[in-house]
C-alpha cells in the first residue's frame, strides 16, 4: 500500500514538473513537447536563453559547463524579466523557481 503512495506521488510529481516545462517553453514560443525530449530540450532551453549553438557543445565540457549553466539560467532569467538572484534559484532550487516562472505572471521578452 505505501509503495502505491510514493508511486502516485512521484507520478504526480513527473506530470506536475511536465506541465510546467510545457508552459515555460510556450511562453517563450518553442513547442512544448520540447521539454520532455532528452538533449533537444537543453537545446531548447539555450535558444530560449539566446544563446548560440555552439555554446551547446561546450557543456560536455568539464568544468566549463557548471560556469555555462550559470551563464544559461540567468539569461533565462532576464528573459523571463527576472533579476541574476532568480537565475541563481534556478540553478540551486530549480524545481521550486522552475514553478514559479512556469505558473507565475512572467513573460517572455526575447530582446532582453
Do not use: C, D, H
Amino acid at each position: 500500500m505505501e509503495e502505491n503512495m510514493i508511486f502516485v506521488f512521484w507520478l504526480a510529481l513527473i506530470i506536475l514538473f511536465f506541465v510546467a516545462g510545457r508552459k515555460i517553453y510556450a511562453k517563450a514560443g518553442k513547442p512544448g513537447r520540447a521539454s520532455i525530449i532528452p538533449i533537444y530540450n537543453a537545446y531548447t532551453w539555450m535558444q530560449i536563453a539566446g544563446r548560440k549553438w555552439r555554446e551547446f557543445l561546450l557543456l560536455l565540457v568539464p568544468i566549463y559547463n557548471i560556469y555555462l549553466t550559470f551563464v544559461i539560467n540567468i539569461a533565462i532569467a532576464k528573459k523571463f524579466w527576472k533579476s541574476t538572484a532568480f537565475g541563481i534559484g534556478l540553478v540551486f532550487l530549480s524545481p521550486i523557481f522552475i514553478l514559479i516562472l512556469a505558473f507565475g505572471k512572467a513573460s517572455y521578452n526575447p530582446s532582453a
